[in-house]
């Protein structure tokens, strides 16, 4: 950045707040009371800034940066804004010489005031016309590649009277999905609405075969959230090793989206959230807990950056794309069911059971139930054509990216075609969604037999569709294969698929089907069909178990068995029915799946086949209803009604909580106490801030019960 230079021994007046006179000190002996007179006339007709209007309002509408809470402008790069400026007298162009100072951090740019945009540098132009008064329409426009950061404005004169300065104030500057010159430019409107100024979202929880509905807040127009992600930026390690550095490579999205993963997590720096997967979550919060980032950034920032307890997944992934959507790179968060992690590189994940069916846990590698990330939108200027768009990122700590807890940003193009040659962590992420898994059967070590399950892992990757709460699918954006259709539980409560899980091998086939959707405080009921596949008479054992399970971990001891021992004529088949009681599995942790297996054994030949399922439970739902919901307008009060009623065969208590960004201006808390299947109703008033589509969303917390209950609702709200 270039200097502006000004004389030497000088002297400066304050003249106001705003308002530096500059003059020098120089006295050559020569002064008499004609050259005085010359110089307090000169004084008198030296241009002076009076006040300077930022136009907020104006600016900030057009650069769709309404309603991002900030004291400063907030604008867009590559995109001017207009400044109205008022003199003491007419500007003149020839006579009155003005700069615009643009100061980021310690480093400065001087840009000579003209009449023209140059759109490949910083730029500062009066529009035509906006001379004829004291008062001046100044437009300044950024290249489209400008760091991302907060800035300083000056105004600096030379005239005849010596050099004088006004300072204007600050604006923060962002990236500009609406501007194609931009690197993170997308074409579509509504993929702008939707992946940057959308403030709600759902993350996609429980299994391929039963998704689950996730309501978040990204509470990007929050107060305070706009400064906190800035601030974010400059307590990151690269910024304190060398602040020169960061602040020119802040025009790179591909920059600021390895800052912003690592900075996510507090594995090497004073990142936001401290990762927890114990159970053990004392000192801070279960990550099931939140359901929003802007509680999470506000803590961070009150402790003087010091990590918030507890994150996991989807959480990190959740406060990833508030920042970056605040930053203006379109985000969106992504969902892979089935979630390999292969420590070890080989694609390939062992699952151990017993020859009576139980899950052992062996292994280094694993395969989550799910796995949250995120997905960013910009070009990879540093790849050959063919791999901009969408970019993984992922800011949960895993693996080192460069020595750093982050990982990305990853072309999913690239991951598709398993280009592990191209930057960054493709490998890793390629595994997460193609490991092959080898079912083993074992007995003291040995393998009794085995099997490879190839489309397992990443059986379904989903994200929120546009203008819609229904999950998309984008398996196929990753890998070359067709993914299972979910069926997903929100509000509406479709029903899950029923599992059928079935396997065989030269004599024996085994199928494990649900008779109907295991609903929690419901018994859940499935039947097992063996059938002898050869023309011999069989005695087969047949060995069933469940286990508890968290989403990221191998099962727990098993809390359910069964075992029979049946006769099968040749080609017979025959169906045993189960069913496991709501007491027997009420233990079940909040979020806690079950692996359900089935081990057949022919007695005669020792022969094993295994199916088994992983699944979740239907959780019952918080109703939410609007009233006069066609006509919910900004700034009027409007009411929501909450119902629910307990599903439960024992009484039941908790806490319920209701929260809204940009409709309500903090949480609303009610002790609720039920017995079975009494029903409650309550009343909740709301404002909305601003025009938009924002979402009301309820969770219900027991007290007796380790089920977390949840509702939420869109609303439209149009202008006032």
């Known amino acids: 950045m270039c200097d502006f230079s000004i004389a030497p021994d000088i002297i400066i007046e304050v003249k106001s707040g705003d308002e530096v006179y500059i003059s020098t000190s120089r006295n050559d002996g020569f002064s008499s009371n004609s050259s005085r007179q010359r110089r307090q006339h000169s004084l008198m007709d030296a241009l002076r800034v009076q006040s300077v209007n930022l136009e907020h309002a104006q600016n900030q509408k057009q650069h769709n940066t309404e309603g991002l809470n900030s004291a400063s402008l907030v604008v867009r790069r590559g995109q001017p804004f207009k400044l109205t400026v008022a003199f003491n007298r007419r500007y003149i162009p020839n006579r009155d010489g003005l ?16 009449f023209s945009r140059d759109p490949s540098q910083w ?97 990007q127009y929050e107060n305070g959230i706009l400064d906190i992600c800035m601030m974010m930026l400059q307590v990151s390690p690269e910024h304190k090793r060398n602040w020169r550095t960061d602040n020119s490579n802040r025009s790179d999205p591909i920059y600021i989206s390895r800052v912003v993963s690592a900075m996510i997590n507090s594995n090497d720096d004073c990142g936001v959230l401290q990762g927890n997967w114990s159970e053990d979550y004392s000192g801070g919060v279960n990550p099931s807990d939140w359901n929003g980032s802007g509680e999470i950034l506000r803590q961070w920032a009150q402790s003087r950056f010091s990590p918030v307890k507890y994150g996991q997944c989807w959480v990190f992934a959740g406060v990833m794309c508030t920042v970056m959507r605040v930053l203006g790179i379109p985000t969106r968060v992504v969902t892979n069911f089935d979630s390999a992690h292969d420590t070890n590189g080989n694609l390939v994940i062992e699952e151990f059971y017993t020859e009576t069916g139980e899950k052992l846990p062996r292994g280094q590698d694993s395969i989550w139930n799910f796995h949250v990330w995120v997905e960013c939108w910009m070009k990879r200027a540093d790849l050959r ?63 009794l037999s085995y099997s490879t399950d190839t489309n397992k892992v990443g059986s379904l990757i989903c994200t929120k569709s546009l203008g819609s709460n229904r999950p998309q699918d984008i398996t196929s954006t990753y890998k070359y294969t067709t993914a299972i259709q979910p069926v997903t539980s929100n509000s509406t409560m479709a029903a899950p698929i029923l599992a059928n899980n079935s396997s065989s091998a030269d004599g024996l086939s085994v199928k494990l089907r649900f008779l109907k959707a295991p609903v929690i405080g419901g018994n859940i009921s499935f039947s097992v069909t063996v059938t002898n596949l050869e023309s011999t008479r069989k005695t087969v054992r047949q060995h069933v178990n469940a286990q508890a399970k968290s989403y990221n971990r191998s099962p727990s001891d098993a809390f359910w068995e069964a075992h029979n021992t049946i006769q099968l004529a040749p080609h017979e088949s025959k169906v045993l029915e189960h069913q496991i009681s709501y007491r027997q599995y009420a233990m079940l942790g909040n979020g806690q799946l079950v692996n359900l297996a089935v081990v057949v ?48 065969s024992e009484p039941v208590s908790g806490v319920l909580t209701m929260a809204g960004a940009g409709l309500l201006e903090d949480k609303v808390l009610f002790n609720i106490a039920l017995q079975p299947g009494e029903s409650m109703e309550t009343a909740v008033k709301f404002t909305p801030k601003m025009a938009g589509v924002k979402m009301l969303h309820a969770n219900l917390r027991l007290n007796n019960n380790p089920a977390v209950i949840r509702g939420f609702r869109t609303i439209t709200v149009r202008a006032a």
Not at 100 to 113: C, G, M
Not at 423 to 438: G, H, L
């Open 99 to 114: 700069v615009l100072r643009v100061e980021l951090d310690r480093l400065y740019n001087d840009i000579p005031i003209t």
């Open 385 to 447: 054509a063919g791999f901009d768009g969408w970019q993984v990122l992922d800011p949960t700590p895993q693996e080192r990216s460069e020595g750093v807890y982050r990982c990305g940003p990853a072309p999913v193009k690239a991951i598709r075609e398993k280009r592990i040659d191209m930057p960054f962590d493709i490998p890793f992420i390629y595994a997460e969604v193609n490991a092959d898994v080898c079912v083993c059967i074992v007995q003291q070590g040995k393998v």
């Open 123 to 219: 730029s500062a132009y009066f529009q035509q016309g906006s001379l004829d008064s004291t008062k001046a329409s100044l437009c300044v426009c950024s290249p489209a590649n400008a760091p991302v950061g907060v800035y300083q404005l000056q105004l600096l004169m030379m005239s005849p009277s010596g050099p004088y300065s006004f300072r204007v104030g600050q604006f923060t500057l962002l990236c500009n999905p609406w501007c194609s010159a931009d690197s993170v430019y997308i074409p579509d409107e509504s993929q702008r609405e939707e992946y940057v100024k959308n403030d709600f979202g759902l993350l996609y929880q429980g299994t391929a075969k039963n998704v689950i509905f996730r309501p978040w807040s990204f509470d």
């Open 601 to 648: 054994m022919d007695v005669a030949s020792q022969e094993r086949v295994l199916a088994s399922e992983e699944f979740n439970l239907t959780s019952p739902t918080i109703s939410i209803r609007i009233e006069d919901e066609g006509s919910v307008v900004a700034q009027k009060v409007q009411v929501a009604m909450l119902t629910f009623t307990n599903p439960f």
